[in-house]
C-alpha cells in the first residue's frame, strides 16, 4: 500500500513558492487594489471594535449610575414631597399675614374715619362684605360717619342695615350696624 506524505518537509517551503511565481503586470494593478483593500477593511474593522468596546464601558457605566441614581431618587421622593407640602403651608401663611396686615390697615382706616362720638363694638367677615357693628352719640353723628365712611379709599358703599336706640333711658345713644363692601383694587 501506498501512502502520501502532504507535510514532507523536504520541498521548497511557501515563501519561496510564493517568489517564484510570476504574476502578469495587467493582474498585479487590481491585486494590490484587493489587498489594500482588505487591508483597510481589517483595520477599519480592528478600530471599530475597539470603539465598540469603549462605547460598551461607557454604556455599563452610565447604566451604573442610572441605577444609582434611580435609587437615590426613590430614597428622597418622601423628602421632596414633604419639601412640597411644607412650601405650600409656607405660601399659605405667607398669604395669611399679607392679609391680616392688609385686614388690620382696613381696620384702621375704618377706625380713622369716625367721628369721635361714634365706636365700634365688632366686625364679622361675611363672604363678599363687612358687617360692623357700633355706637353712636345720636344720628347726626351717625350720619357723619357715614359720609367719611364713603371717601374711605377701601370701603366702596358703606349702607346702615339696622339702628335701634341703645338704652331707654338715653334715647339719644344708638346702636347701628353698618354693611360695608370693599373698593375693588
Same mark, same amino acid.
Given at each position: ?39 483597510? /477593511?481589517?483595520?477599519?474593522?480592528? /478600530? ?11 454604556? #455599563? ?50 377706625? %380713622? ?10 366686625? #364679622? ?18 350720619? #357723619? ?12 358703599? *358703606?349702607?346702615?342695615?339696622?339702628? #335701634?336706640?341703645? %338704652?331707654? %333711658?338715653? *334715647? ?14
Amino acid at each position: 500500500m501506498t501512502g502520501f506524505n502532504f507535510l514532507s518537509g523536504s520541498g521548497p517551503s511557501l515563501a519561496a513558492r510564493v517568489r517564484e511565481l510570476r504574476i502578469s503586470t495587467s493582474v498585479r494593478a487590481p491585486l494590490l487594489s484587493l489587498m489594500s483593500t482588505v487591508l483597510l /477593511i481589517l483595520a477599519t474593522c480592528a /478600530i471599530e471594535s475597539v470603539r465598540f468596546a469603549g462605547a460598551q464601558a461607557l454604556g #455599563r457605566q452610565a447604566a451604573s449610575r442610572l441605577f444609582i441614581a434611580q435609587e437615590s431618587a426613590v430614597r428622597m421622593a418622601p423628602a421632596l414631597s414633604q419639601v412640597i407640602r411644607l412650601e405650600a403651608i409656607a405660601s399659605g401663611l405667607d398669604g395669611v399675614q399679607r392679609s391680616g396686615a392688609l385686614r388690620a390697615r382696613e381696620v384702621a382706616e375704618i377706625g %380713622d374715619r369716625l367721628p369721635a362720638n361714634v365706636w365700634l363694638r365688632s366686625f #364679622r367677615q361675611e363672604q363678599d362684605f363687612v358687617l360692623i357693628a357700633g355706637g353712636a352719640q345720636n344720628f347726626s353723628a351717625l350720619a #357723619r360717619a357715614i359720609a367719611m365712611l364713603n371717601t374711605s379709599k377701601s370701603v366702596a358703599a *358703606p349702607a346702615l342695615v339696622s339702628v #335701634r336706640t341703645a %338704652d331707654v %333711658d338715653r *334715647p339719644t345713644s344708638l346702636n347701628f350696624e353698618l354693611r360695608l363692601t370693599g373698593r375693588p383694587q
